[in-house]
């Protein structure tokens, strides 16, 4: 899952492996173009567009005793370490469940006042990706 994934990305998920709690895997990496429009064109995606397909995003899964997840609350645990593994090394990093902040390492304060700032903000209905992480290069 990790072929063609920024080698930064890479360091970022091995790192939250081993500081993290929570059982997670990468469901999706690097995505094609063809990929990309099949999601779009199912709704999946917001855009024919995805960071993914440039190696600079990854999907996430949680799973409790091997139940996948999808509480937003579950993810905000990962977006924590996810946080502190991309601190550590050395990179910004995007959020899916919040995606108007630009980089969560620069976020102080729990991740659901994060979450309900980018809902409060919006007149539609949010579309929440909380298993999606992005990163941020200078």
Known sequence: MLEKVHPQLIEVIKEAIEI?????????????????????AKGATGSNKSMHQYGLAVSLLVSIDGIPQTCTRVYEELATTMKYAAQNAGVG????????????????????????????????????????????LD
């Open 20 to 40: 993290g709690e929570l059982e997670f895997e990468v469901v999706e990496g690097f995505r094609d173009s063809a990929r990309q429009e099949k999601f779009f």
């Open 93 to 136: 990093l995007k959020w899916g469940a919040a995606p108007h902040c630009p980089n969560i390492c620069d976020w102080n304060e729990d991740f659901d006042l994060l979450i309900a700032d980018y809902v409060n903000q919006l007149t539609v209905p949010p579309v929440l990706n909380p298993g999606y992480f992005e990163l941020v």
